[in-house]
């Protein structure tokens, strides 16, 4: 209790006030861990009471969708165990257990793929599932084929919409953004995107601040530029996905191999000598490797 109560004084939590509602209202959420190391950006929550009861949300990679949904469950399991939540206000209603469907690592263990195990979790969740439960499900369907994967989520979404007033709370994140279009509107859910925006020079920037909507695309090519990837792999990467969307055969470039490797030479030269050397060796043993 000591350790709950100097946490709550130190970080500016805020007493929560249960209900026996069927409702999660917070204002300016945040998450508890994250907001410790970076400028976190707090957003709304409102499910139930006169709202809707299923988020499905959309953005590009790594926009913050997963710790956003981490975020609503560590907030309804504090303020569960009688401690004050990171939020300016917050209303909850009693919530009999939160259930989650989270990617996995997979191990020898399991006995069970990526897929498999998300399964088994999908299926405890419609099993175990009650009015009063919350329930995190991120990027289910994405370790199958992408229709089978989409038909599978629709599906369980549809039953949960079913339900109607019975439904539990759902929050549920996806790159398959044409489940915006498969599901038929209907009040109890509601689609929702992380907001972004291109600066001058066209890179992505995110503003982790969650509007009504649904993206278009997850603007993986985007993000892999911040992260660095290798310009020339990016470059074909766009090729590809281009002549993908064209229906056409995406063409090979083998007599681009040496000029890119020379590209990423002088850009690694004008940058850091280590990534030079390791570039330089990385090229030498693939040359060694083919010969062999």
């Not at 709202?51 to 609503?72: D, E, H, R, W």
């Not at 369980?156 to 398959?176: E, G, Q, V, W």
């Amino acid at each position: 209790l000591m350790s709950l109560s100097m946490v709550a004084r130190d970080h500016n939590y805020v007493k929560p006030i249960m209900l026996k509602s069927h409702m999660i209202d917070i204002k300016e959420g945040r998450h508890p861990l994250q907001e410790l190391f970076t400028n976190y950006v707090p957003n709304d929550t409102h499910s139930g009471g006169d709202g809707s009861l299923i988020k499905i949300f959309s953005g590009p990679n790594a926009c913050g969708k997963t710790v956003y949904m981490k975020q609503i469950a560590l907030i309804v399991y504090m303020a569960h165990i009688g401690c004050y939540v990171p939020a300016t206000a917050a209303k909850i209603g009693v919530i009999t257990n939160i259930l989650t469907q989270v990617p996995s690592i997979e191990s020898t263990c399991y006995n069970a793929s990526s897929f498999l195990i998300d399964l088994r979790q999908i299926n405890n969740i419609l099993y175990s599932s009650t009015p009063n439960s919350l329930i995190i499900m991120d990027e289910f369907g994405r370790g199958t084929n992408e229709i089978d994967g989409l038909a599978l989520m629709a599906s369980t979404l549809k039953s949960f919409i079913d339900r109607r007033n019975y439904c539990p709370h759902i929050f549920i994140a996806t790159h398959m953004h044409r489940i915006c279009t498969i599901l038929t509107p209907d009040p109890i859910f509601e689609l929702q995107q992380f907001e972004y925006i291109f600066n001058e020079d066209r890179e992505l920037i995110f503003l982790y601040k969650i509007i009504p909507g649904c993206v278009v695309k997850s603007f993986a090519h985007e993000v892999a530029k911040n992260v660095e990837v290798f310009r020339d792999i990016i470059e074909d990467a766009e090729d590809i996905f281009e002549s993908i969307k064209r229906g056409e055969i995406p063409k090979s470039k083998p007599d681009e191999d040496g000029r890119s490797a020379m590209q990423r030479i002088i850009d690694a030269a004008k940058n850091d000598e280590t990534e030079l050397k390791k570039l330089v060796e990385d090229i030498i043993t693939r040359k060694s490797n083919r010969k062999s």
